[in-house]
């Protein structure tokens, strides 16, 4: 029987392309893009209204959030005004758009402060270990075993009311939430062959820390916080709506739905449509968490 040899084919690479190009050999397949699911295209859509709401209100509506109109209390939706009126008489469409601006601001500033301070303690924990450890993490457990509403109710007795005391009660009660995660993620990170390598090369302990644990760290941590962005806004909300957010006039989302609470019987769209905003602002904000997290 006689043997089948196989020689490598000696047409040089720039032939083949030519080839290619001519049609004489088949062209190699295109790789398929991942097509973006449309639910988190409706979730960056929703959050994109509500940042431009807060950014530039006017371009949205041309009514005041605060001035009432005479003789328009009640109006229930319609072309005039869309979303209806409230007791007194005060577009309820203008007031959800100058409202997002109160809500969101207290959002990002309670993520933020969650953020810095929860990285910080996790970084500490995880890098330093041993009694610091010990210490930050019977901290945590402390902060985690007290309900979050209950804390916030006692930072903003400390603090005041207003929307910016409200943003710092939230954010303290999600340092925890991040500090635990922050270590988890230090410590996973801290023992890699990378980490490993940049002590064997002469780096100092704050420069590995710096270059090497904390930005391969924080990969997790941000996709929380997009989580704890819309939580965030719930708990803004909530406080709010019990009265120790933002004071009326106002607008903001939890108020405007404590506002019309009292009238739910006779006018559902003062708290049907600011209900209905919070809901969708929150589910969008977890849609794009878990889209982080998987990229990931």
């Given at each position: 029987?006689?043997?089948?040899?196989?020689?490598?084919?000696?047409?040089?690479?720039?032939?083949?392309?030519?080839?290619?190009?001519?049609?004489?050999l088949?062209?190699?397949?295109p790789?398929?893009?991942r097509?973006?699911?449309?639910t988190?295209?409706?979730?960056?859509?929703?959050i994109?209204?509500?940042?431009l709401?807060?950014?530039?209100p006017?371009?949205?509506?041309a009514?005041?959030?605060?001035?009432?109109?005479?003789?328009?209390?009640?109006?229930?939706?319609?072309?005039?005004?869309w979303?209806?009126?409230?007791?007194?008489?005060?577009?309820?469409?203008?007031?959800?758009?100058?409202?997002?601006?109160?809500t969101?601001?207290?959002?990002?500033?309670?993520?933020?402060?969650?953020?810095?301070?929860g990285?910080a303690?996790?970084l500490?924990?995880?890098a330093?270990?041993?009694?610091?450890?010990?210490?930050?993490?019977?901290?945590?457990?402390?902060?985690?075993s007290?309900?979050?509403?209950?804390?916030?109710?006692?930072?903003i007795?400390l603090?005041g009311?207003?929307t910016v005391?409200?943003?710092?009660?939230?954010?303290?009660?999600?340092?925890?939430?991040?500090?635990r995660?922050?270590r988890?993620?230090?410590?996973?990170?801290r023992?890699?062959?990378?980490?490993?390598?940049?002590?064997?090369?002469?780096?100092?302990?704050?420069a590995?820390?710096?270059r090497h644990?904390?930005?391969?760290?924080?990969?997790?941590?941000?996709?929380?916080?997009?989580?704890?962005?819309?939580s965030?806004?719930?708990?803004?909300?909530t406080?709010?709506?019990?009265?120790?957010?933002t004071p009326?006039?106002t607008p903001?989302?939890?108020l405007l739905?404590?506002?019309?609470?009292?009238?739910?019987?006779?006018a559902?769209?003062?708290?049907?449509?600011?209900?209905?905003?919070?809901?969708a602002?929150?589910?969008?904000?977890?849609?794009i968490?878990?889209?982080?997290?998987?990229?990931?």
């Amino acid at each position: 029987m006689s043997s089948i040899s196989f020689e490598k084919s000696t047409v040089p690479e720039r032939d083949l392309a030519g080839l290619e190009s001519e049609g004489t050999l088949p062209a190699s397949r295109p790789r398929r893009r991942r097509r973006v699911p449309v639910t988190l295209l409706l979730a960056w859509a929703v959050i994109a209204i509500a940042v431009l709401w807060a950014l530039a209100p006017q371009l949205f509506t041309a009514y005041s959030g605060t001035e009432g109109i005479a003789g328009a209390q009640r109006l229930a939706p319609g072309g005039t005004h869309w979303l209806g009126t409230d007791q007194l008489g005060r577009d309820l469409y203008a007031r959800m758009v100058y409202g997002a601006s109160q809500t969101l601001s207290a959002a990002l500033v309670a993520v933020a402060l969650g953020l810095l301070l929860g990285t910080a303690l996790g970084l500490i924990a995880g890098a330093v270990g041993g009694v610091a450890d010990d210490a930050v993490m019977r901290l945590v457990d402390v902060l985690l075993s007290i309900p979050g509403l209950l804390l916030s109710l006692s930072v903003i007795i400390l603090l005041g009311f207003g929307t910016v005391n409200a943003a710092i009660a939230v954010g303290i009660t999600s340092v925890a939430n991040f500090a635990r995660l922050a270590r988890a993620e230090v410590v996973r990170v801290r023992h890699s062959d990378y980490v490993e390598a940049g002590y064997g090369s002469g780096g100092t302990f704050w420069a590995v820390l710096w270059r090497h644990i904390l930005p391969n760290s924080l990969t997790s941590v941000i996709a929380f916080s997009a989580l704890q962005f819309g939580s965030a806004i719930l708990a803004i909300a909530t406080l709010s709506f019990l009265g120790y957010g933002t004071p009326p006039p106002t607008p903001e989302w939890g108020l405007l739905i404590a506002e019309g609470r009292n009238y739910i019987s006779t006018a559902w769209w003062l708290t049907t449509f600011p209900g209905l905003a919070v809901v969708a602002v929150v589910l969008a904000a977890n849609r794009i968490s878990r889209a982080l997290a998987r990229t990931h």
